[in-house]
């Protein structure tokens, strides 16, 4: 079967098109051989016809659709230009994907955007892995290059290249931080960290804005990093080419100069850069001419601060900056110099005296103005032997001016190139290999090309040959290596191109020879190119309409460039009188500058790589070296380096012109995949074999093509026996050793037929299917019919038999229903008439009742009423009586006082009185006593009148009662009472009810006030109640929520400060390195070798002679924080000043002056008091003031209630009853405040009475009789310590202490230091303690890599802290009162044990972790634990494995099974469960190994393509549960270990559910809950089918999800990858252990520790 018979109805094909390059479209209509024309449909819905005569010929095939966004470009069915471009676009815009494989070239597209792809999760998730498994990334090309490197032991080189503004730069600094990570350095010094801060000087000095491209490097750099013996970094060294000297004179619009300029002139106001006299950038003639001096998003500020940091990493000192900072701002002023023209014509130039800007320039570089501004505006000449001195035009003088600006940069930045290669060099050994970094100018064409554009284009030519030869020579061995009969393929080499340029008489010959020559000049070397050249090359043209520019045929494009300035820019001249007044220079760095370099130095390496300097005096040959040879030098060189080394390629892209993210240009694509060589690189591919299958994929794909001829035992012979009947021409496949090649289309035509095939299977299959269902439906709906008609049968019958039994039951039904109904109407009217009569008679009844009731009411209505009026009578009578007596007894008592004051006015009046003073108050006495019998008297006579008036009331109500009686006895037997009686009688009845009726309305009225008032008190009363629920559940959630940020707060200190000891601890492992590293060199120096004893390595370990005891004493972070937290002011944490006295001070207590305690812990002790008296006083003044403003607000509430009416009284007692019980608290409260008031007067009394002889004589008695007291202890004598420490914890065997119950060693420590403690040495306990702590730090480090060596130093750390805690004089809670506190302060020693704990429990999972790392890809992704999905998972690719990587052999993941991971989890449970640990810290270690795990699973998954598939998720999701049931087990999943695998789970269901509908969007939107956006879009993104009977995920439902989960990415990290590294805080859960006694233990014979005393 031919390719033409591809083209049949509905195939997909690609059309040219002016404005996309290339457009899709459909075949409407089957094509036949000899066709001229073929009808297709665009995609926008024009059909057209398209010719198929040549040129043009059949158009291109489209490639299926499960091919589209395929991560290798060589991978494509149909490896065309258009199929190419398409794939990119696909994976650019509608995957966001910036990288694709395209053969062994990475092509890389600029987003314009910052992407979460380049954090360190990421560099983890590509460390180590094969190539081909993971999606195409910068770092995998890095990893690629270093794994080759280690393996191959040869050296790599990564070639960057692209357009400017392609992101070349941005690659480079990403690859080099990715060998930094990766290849950490072995040195104290940082290697990895001056490689990357090489990037920003570099970045400064030699990146500037173009229009393409804001941050471009205008020259290329050659990076060579060095690697050890053991794959780290050591060193570093640079290379750079052709750096573009004119931009620091001459800008374009909208460009500007180099960063450094810039960056000076934003920070010219710091205090050391005011002495440069630096202005704004648009007051310098060599920073304004492009028009825009700001890069948007960019502060020149702070880069420079970036740049100065990056020189101190690099060993720039400040004053050295100083000095480059000096030249640079020197070059700024040297081109605001004004030269003006003098003489006749202009022949003449000159500098003014005064011209402030070269008086600056002079003093900054140290020279002489005046000679400066001579040789600036004149030139020397040799003349007949004779020197003579010309001056030089105005516009000579400017060229002068800006050649030596542009020399001077140039040596400043080779100046720094040479200074950072010597701080990035290796001095501690040779690397054994390196990998170079290429960051070069990719192929440029502009309007205007002119002699860099030449260079650079130069240098591509040779980079496109390398690159061809590269992927030729690949080719070629592939296929020695597979045994293939092949001829030379052909491919387009540039070779006659570069001979062009670079031969004998070419480009660059002819050039030098005219610079050679006096007058030399551009017209004339055009010429010559037009004579050597013009029709004897292919490659060289000249233009019509020019006679001074010339045209080459490039293998990208064809270029034209313009002759003029290509001698002036090829010799780059600089006159030799200025440079030597620089040499003479003040200033060190710029006499260093330009020192004359030896006569045989050189030139790639000499301090003037591009240019020369000219003369009066014949200059040697060396200093007229053209800066096209120096190029073409250097370029050889780096070729020859290329050519020794393993080449990497990455090919830059730039989408757009406008910098808009994620904006792709087709046009603008193409023409750069053209230029940078990749659509060549398909090109030699499809001229060969471009697909090839394994016999085993070939076999598996299309065994439904083989028929009979399947063999499984011989897979080979089966292929080869069914290819030719299959593909007729023997020309389109070959068979190799390993795989079957196919020429470009023939596996679309197997394709064709498999899919053929299979629709007739699939189509024979149904027509069996179909039939065999519809015989089963009639079958179905025979018996269906049958058993309906049994059945209807069957119901007729039984329902003419209910009908007749219905019928006779009704009608019995109905008779004596009618009986039941009349009966029931007639007792029904019966019960009504009884009723009815019953109702009437009660209601005349009641009538007459209420009608004696009235007349009875009237009548003591009229009588009360009556005594009303006469009570109102009698009162106002007496009132006036009353009143009248008052008046007449006022007059007389005035009078009276009038008499006593005339005879008080007398002496003798005033001694009668006073004689008869006692006798008046004896009178008095009796008067008062005579009034209160009186009293008395009148009381018993009001009592006695209230009953005769009661006596009276009874008697006249009970003659009422008899004229009532008698009046009713008249009534019935007088007459009718006149109608005078009667109208009376009215009148009084009408009287009094209005009486009634207004009483009444007053009674109501009262009654709704009383209502109101009780409303407004309950309303009161409910919402005091409402407003101190809501304010208590305020105060709750305040409480909540500062509890839950304490909380958050704490766990963030705990995770900083564990995170920070793992720190120190790896600082200190690698002190303890370079100690024996510094040990072994002494060793090696002496003469012999001496043996140690072990004792002297123990000591180097004590807390005595450690190397850390000279270095001052820091406070740990714990305290630091504590001291943050409780300290009101900013007081730094080991200030001389005193706690006790900050904290007196603070209280208000003052200093007792007049103390004179000798002892300090009594001092201290009765300043504590003191203090807490104070502050128990101060707490119980300001709750006592609360208490009472309480009680006055009670005491309030309790007044108003008593001008409330009688409802309140409930509430009255219930506050007066708060009263009582508030004024008994304040009473209690001011009695225990006297009382302690008098306790601190008596301790004051007591300290002065000499306390201190008392305390110390208690303290030494209690100190004895706790020795004498306190038994079942270990003695260790002072001199075997050591001894114990040895034999105890670091020279043990492991069997002896795995043998030992757990904490036994813990154990005997604590009872040795008890007893020590017991002694009175504390200085002892403090010693031993550390002892002890170094002991198990040696241990931990000796045995680094032992998982039950850890748990078991783990568990003895963890003891010994919870015994010494226990028994601590400062814990406050010990479980038991038996329990006698240690006299000695263990604090330090707890907080240090508890550091050991940590870095023992950081020891045990980083052992653990780095057992799982390398199987858990293999086991959780990679491996088919499920049994028949091994099958399924060949994908249908016509690609091939990526050119030049060598498949990684996978004998280190062999046997990497879920049963491996379980068996190292096991290990690890198996190892903390023999040492009885807490199940709290097993469930803490086993959530960070559960969270490591899933991290690393998802975050591989979401990397790699082939595993985002349906029978893949089924598979994690199995793997998934095996360890979920492995953690319920072992009862470990309530510890947050199952919540860390739940984004793995998630990330599994996701890729087994449905993906079609919106419904199908929304039931992943909430399952998927801990996955982020990104993490979601990007599986549905990776999710490619594994069988034709899946479909891949459309752009449109991705679309649908992200429009879903739009709400929930607020607040959500940019990151895609979880982060592995990231490490849960610990907690050590305090359990009180048992009481330790020596008789308990049994110490075995084999720790040799019998020295120890039980005592």
Not at 154 to 173: D, L, P, R, W, Y
Not at 272 to 284: D, G, I, M, V
Not at 831 to 852: S, V
Not at 1098 to 1120: A, D, G, Y
Request: overall charge neutral; glycine content about 4%; aromatic content about 8%.
């Amino acid at each position: 079967m031919a390719t033409t018979e591809l083209y049949t109805k509905g195939a997909s094909v690609w059309v040219q098109d002016p404005e996309a390059v290339w457009v899709s479209a459909q075949l409407l209509q089957d094509y036949h051989s000899g066709d001229q024309q073929i009808l297709i449909r665009l995609t926008d819905g024009r059909e057209l016809e398209y010719p198929v005569m040549p040129p043009a010929g059949l158009p291109p095939l489209g490639n299926p659709d499960i091919l589209e966004g395929e991560n290798d470009l060589t991978a494509l069915t149909f490896l065309h230009e258009p199929a190419v471009l398409h794939n990119l676009r696909v994976r650019f815009l509608d995957y966001s994907s910036i990288y694709t494989y395209c053969g062994i070239v990475l092509v890389a597209l600029n987003p314009y955007e910052q992407l979460p792809i380049y954090g360190e999760e990421v560099i983890d998730a590509y460390s180590g892995q094969d190539m081909a498994d993971m999606e195409p990334h910068i770092f995998s090309v890095a990893e690629e290059a270093y794994r080759t490197m280690i393996r191959e032991e040869k050296n790599q080189s990564i070639i960057i290249s692209g357009e400017s503004g392609s992101g070349k730069t941005v690659s480079a600094k990403f690859t080099m931080r990715y060998f930094a990570v990766v290849g950490g350095a072995a040195q104290q010094t940082s290697v990895e960290e001056k490689v990357l801060g090489s990037n920003p000087i570099m970045e400064s000095i030699g990146n500037a804005k173009t229009t393409r491209n804001d941050n471009s490097s205008r020259f290329g750099k050659y990076i060579e990093i060095g690697f050890g013996r053991k794959g780290d970094i050591i060193g570093a060294n640079m290379r750079t080419y052709l750096l573009e000297k004119s931009r620091v004179v001459f800008q374009a619009a909208e460009e500007r100069n180099y960063h450094i300029f810039y960056q000076l002139c934003a920070s010219r106001d710091l205090p050391e850069l005011r002495t440069l006299k630096l202005e704004s950038a648009e007051n310098f003639q060599y920073t304004k001419q492009g028009k825009d001096q700001h890069i948007s998003g960019t502060d020149d500020a702070v880069e420079l601060e970036r740049t100065r940091n990056a020189f101190i990493i690099l060993g720039v000192q400040p004053d050295q900056q100083m000095e480059i900072f000096r030249i640079l701002a020197a070059i700024l002023h040297l081109g605001n110099v004004n030269i003006q023209a003098s003489g006749r014509g202009g022949d003449r130039s000159y500098i003014d005296a005064n011209d402030c800007s070269l008086a600056i320039f002079a003093k900054l570089l140290g020279v002489e103005g005046a000679q400066m501004a001579q040789w600036l505006c004149h030139r020397r000449l040799a003349v007949g032997g004779e020197m003579l001195v010309k001056p030089i035009t105005g516009q000579q003088a400017n060229e002068a001016r800006d050649a030596l600006a542009k020399h001077v940069y140039e040596q400043l930045f080779a100046w720094t190139v040479q200074r950072l290669n010597s701080s990035l060099r290796a001095h501690r050994e040779q690397p054994k290999s390196f990998i170079g970094v290429l960051d070069i100018y990719g192929f440029e064409t502009f309007d205007r090309n002119s002699f860099e554009q030449f260079c650079i284009n130069y240098a591509n030519e040779k980079l496109q040959q390398q690159f061809n030869r590269h992927v030729f020579q690949l080719e070629q061995e592939e296929y020695l290596r597979e045994e293939l009969p092949w001829n030379r393929i052909e491919f387009s080499d540039n070779q006659p191109c570069i001979v062009l340029i670079e031969g004998q008489l070419g480009l660059l010959d002819l050039l030098d020879e005219e610079c050679r020559m006096p007058k030399g000049s551009d017209e004339n070397w055009a010429r010559k190119l037009y004579d050597q050249h013009l029709n004897h090359s292919p490659h060289f043209r000249k233009p019509r309409m020019s006679n001074s520019a010339f045209t080459i045929l490039h293998f990208a494009d064809m270029v034209q460039y313009e002759c003029d300035g290509f001698l002036d820019k090829n010799r780059d001249t600089v006159f030799e009188e200025p440079i030597n007044i620089l040499r003479a220079s003040q200033s060190e760095l710029v006499a260093e500058l330009f020192q004359k370099e030896p006569t045989g130095s050189a030139l790639p390496n000499s301090s003037l790589p591009n240019g020369s300097i000219r003369s009066g005096k014949r200059a040697h040959r060396e200093h007229k070296l053209t800066v096209g040879f120096q190029f073409r030098q250097s370029l050889q060189l780096l070729m020859d380096t290329l050519n020794s080394t393993t080449p990497h390629y990455v090919r830059c892209i730039k989408p757009n012109d406008l910098k808009k993210p994620f904006l792709f240009d087709p046009k603008r694509a193409v023409q750069q995949l053209r230029a940078c060589g990749v659509l060549e690189t398909i090109r030699i591919s499809a001229a060969g074999y471009p697909s090839r299958w394994t016999y085993e994929e070939f076999f598996s794909r299309y065994r439904v093509l083989l028929c009979d001829l399947v063999s499984q035992a011989d897979v080979r012979r089966s292929c080869q026996s069914a290819l030719h009947d299959l593909i007729p021409d023997p020309e389109q496949y070959c068979f190799g050793k390993t795989k079957v090649f196919f020429r470009a289309g023939q596996v679309a035509v197997l394709e064709k037929l498999r899919g053929d095939r299979l629709h007739a299977a699939g189509v024979l299959i149904q027509s069996w299917v179909k039939g065999w269902l519809q015989r089963r439906r009639y079958q179905r709906l025979q018996w269906a019919i049958l058993t309906l008609q049994r059945y209807t049968r069957g119901c007729l019958a039984r329902r003419l038999v209910w009908t007749l039994r219905y019928t006779q039951a009704a009608l019995i039904i109905q008779k004596a229903y009618r009986m039941l109904a009349v009966r029931q109407i007639y007792l029904t009217i019966r019960e009504a008439t009884i009723k009815i009569q019953a109702f009437i008679r009660g209601t005349q009844a009641r009538r007459i009742y209420r009608q004696m009731l009235m007349e009875r009411a009237v009548v003591f209505l009229q009588t009360r009423v009556r005594g009303w009026l006469a009570q109102c009578r009698f009162r106002r009578i007496r009132n006036a009586v009353v009143l009248l007596q008052c008046c007449v007894r006022r007059r007389a008592a005035r009078k009276e006082l009038l008499r006593l004051r005339a005879e008080a006015r007398s002496v003798e009046k005033f001694r009668e009185l006073n004689k008869g003073m006692e006798v008046k108050l004896m009178q008095l006495q009796l008067r008062a006593d005579h009034q209160a019998r009186e009293s008395a008297s009148l009381r018993e006579t009001l009592q006695n009148e209230r009953e005769a008036h009661s006596s009276e009331l009874e008697q006249l109500r009970s003659n009422l009662l008899k004229l009532q009686t008698q009046l009713q006895e008249n009534a019935q037997t007088a007459p009718a009472l006149t109608e005078k009686q009667d109208e009376e009688r009215r009148r009084a009845e009408v009287k009094a009810s209005q009486e009634i009726l207004h009483l009444t309305e007053e009674i109501q009225a009262l009654r709704v006030e009383r209502d109101l008032l009780e409303n407004e008190r309950d309303d009161l009363a409910n919402r005091l109640q409402v407003q101190e629920k809501a304010q208590e559940e305020s105060h709750q959630q305040c409480m909540d929520h500062a509890d839950a940020s304490v909380r958050a707060e704490l766990e963030e200190e705990r995770r900083r400060y564990q995170s920070l000891l793992r720190e120190f601890t790896r600082l200190e492992q690698r002190y303890d390195n370079l100690r024996d590293m510094s040990m072994f060199t002494t060793n090696e120096r002496s003469r012999g070798h001496r043996r140690t004893d072990s004792t002297v390595s123990l000591e180097l370990l004590s807390p005595v002679t450690t190397p850390f005891s000279s270095s001052p004493v820091f406070p740990s972070p714990e305290e630091i924080r504590r001291v943050s937290v409780t300290s009101p002011t900013d007081r730094s944490p080991w200030s001389p000043e005193q706690p006790m006295d900050v904290l007196m001070e603070d209280m208000g207590v003052a200093k007792d002056s007049a103390e004179k305690l000798k002892g300090e812990d009594l001092r201290y002790a009765y300043d504590a008091v003191r203090v807490a008296n104070k502050f128990l006083e101060t707490q119980l003044l300001s709750q006592r003031g609360q208490w009472e403003e309480e009680i006055s607000a009670l005491r309030m509430k309790h007044q108003q209630a008593q001008d409330r009416d009688a409802p309140g009284d409930t509430e009255i007692k219930d506050l007066i009853e708060q009263v009582v019980v508030r004024e008994q608290e304040c009473s209690r409260l001011r009695r225990e405040l006297k009382e302690l008031k008098n306790t601190v007067t008596l301790r004051r009394i007591l300290s002065y009475a000499g306390m201190g002889t008392v305390a110390s004589q208690e303290a030494t008695s209690s100190a004895s009789q706790k020795s004498q007291t306190l038994t079942g202890l270990l003695e260790c004598r002072k001199k075997d310590e050591n001894k114990l420490i040895k034999n105890l914890i670091t020279d043990v065997r492991v069997e002896s202490i795995l043998s030992l119950p757990p904490g036994l060693a813990a154990q005997v420590l604590f009872l040795c230091v008890r007893q020590v403690d017991c002694s009175g040495d504390q200085t002892r306990v403090k010693v031993l303690c550390s002892a002890a702590v170094s002991g198990i730090k040696t241990a931990l480090k000796k045995h680094g890599n032992d998982l039950d060596m850890t748990a078991v130093w783990l568990r003895n750390a963890y003891l010994f802290k919870d015994l010494l805690s226990q028994h601590s004089s400062r814990q406050e809670m010990r479980g038991s009162e038996e329990l006698v506190p240690l006299m000695t302060d263990v604090r330090e020693s707890v907080r240090v044990l508890s550091d050991l704990c940590i870095q023992a429990y950081q020891q045990l999972l980083s052992i653990s972790e780095s057992r799982l790392q390398p199987i858990i890809v293999p086991a959780m992704l990679e491996s088919e634990t499920i049994p028949g999905l091994a099958g399924s998972s060949v994908k249908f690719s016509s690609g091939r494995k990526r050119a030049g990587s060598e498949p990684r052999p996978a004998a280190s993941t062999d046997g990497a099974t879920m049963s491996a991971v379980l068996r190292e989890l096991g290990a690890l449970h198996t190892a903390l469960s023999r040492q009885d640990l807490p199940s709290a810290l097993l469930e803490q270690a086993f959530h960070q190994l559960m969270y490591l795990l899933a991290a690393t699973t998802l975050n591989s998954l979401l990397l790699r393509k082939d595993m985002c598939c349906w029978n893949r998720g089924l598979q994690i999701r199995y793997n998934v549960s095996l360890l979920e049931e492995w953690l319920r087990s072992r009862s470990l999943q309530t510890g947050g270990a199952v919540t860390a695998l739940e984004p793995l789970i998630q990330a599994a269901q996701l890729l087994q559910m449905s993906k079609k509908t919106e419904a199908d969007g929304q039931a992943m939107v909430q399952t998927c809950n801990a996955l982020s956006t990104q993490q979601i879009v990007k599986i549905l993104s990776l999710y490619t089918p594994q069988s034709d009977l899946e479909e891949r995920v459309t752009l449109n439902f991705i679309r649908i999800v992200q429009g879903l989960l739009k709400g929930q990415s607020e607040g959500q990290p940019p990151q895609i990858l979880l982060d592995v590294r990231r490490v849960f805080p610990v907690t050590f859960p305090y359990l009180p252990p048992p009481q330790v006694t020596a008789a308990q233990l049994e110490i075995p014979e084999s720790l040799k520790i019998s020295f120890l005393r039980r005592v």
